[in-house]
């Protein structure tokens, strides 16, 4: 059966620069089953999944839901229900946990102050305290969008589910489903695909220990896709894999090509050259479209390291 994932992986369609982008993840826990448009089209009031779009419109936070692998018969749904914020810019990534019986205390959140990186007002509305538990695995599986994720996600969450990782939930949307089985990884919101479950248990634990695997990363959700591609190709080049090391601090230009400026907190700083491209040969993006398309994709073309005067000139 050929698949859209199946599709992008045996034309070698490159991963880097493709995760979603939010600065701050918000977390839902939602047994039951979910549609497309989860937010809307699941047991939690459609109402509400409104109100919470709205809310987080233009403020840098991506509203998920999220359930326990397994079966999703929802009995009434928990009295009390699993909420995590997790903010994912380097240098202010925290992850934070709460439980709520009512959701709807929700729409009290500053989503503004979420956005940019704050999170007291999770932590007085919602009586929020920092995670300390293990790093979480948000597999996605939501076939109502594309069959592959449920075909290849929820085994994979089952499987790292059943073998003891702990902090593993499935997710209702991470974008990119052609490379499923997708995933992100907080508190650090770097996301993979194609995606198998021992290489997962690795970057669990490089994360436990405030590292970021490279190899099948997507990118970090906190940067725009050019940003994505070029702190990946920075890490290739210099061997780099501590967690909160890199930033992406200048992008320049548009499509379809940007300079982006990528800095060390030790004071290096590199300008890496991205340019868009189109896959080819056209291809279905999605299981759900016969329409055939030619995926952006983000080449790094260039990149060179600068002397600290001429970075801190430019």
Known sequence: MSTCSTVSQDLDEPIAGTAATATTWLLLEQPG????????????????????????????????????PGRHADCGGPAERQVYVAHTVPGNA?????????????LDLDFTALGMGDHHTFDSVLQGQP????PLALVCT?????????????????????????????????????????????????????AQAHAVKEVLHSVQEGRIVVEGCRGNSAWERPGQAAELAVRRATGEAAAEALSVVRTDGAAPRWEVTVTHVDG?????????????????????????????????????ELRTTTALAS
Request: some cysteine.
């Open 33 to 68: 089953p979910w549609g497309a448009k989860a937010l809307t089209q699941s047991h939690l009031d459609p109402a509400l999944g409104r109100a919470l779009e709205a809310a987080a419109q233009g403020t840098g936070v991506r509203i998920a839901l999220i359930r326990r």
């Open 94 to 106: 925290w992850l934070h946990a709460a439980t709520v019986s009512d959701p709807q205390h929700l």
């Open 131 to 134: 995670h300390t538990g293990d």
């Open 142 to 194: 939501n076939g109502k969008r594309d069959r592959c994720c449920a075909l290849l996600g929820r085994p994979l969450a089952a499987e790292l589910a059943a073998s003891g990782v702990d902090g593993v939930w499935e997710v209702t949307h991470l974008g990119g489903h052609r490379f499923s089985p997708t995933l992100l990884v907080l508190p650090y919101g770097y996301a993979y695909g194609r």
């Open 268 to 304: 290096r700083h590199w300008r890496v050259s991205v340019a868009q491209g189109t896959s080819a040969p056209p291809r279905p993006e999605s299981c759900g479209t016969s329409v055939l398309g030619s995926p952006a994709r983000m080449d790094v073309v260039a990149l060179r």
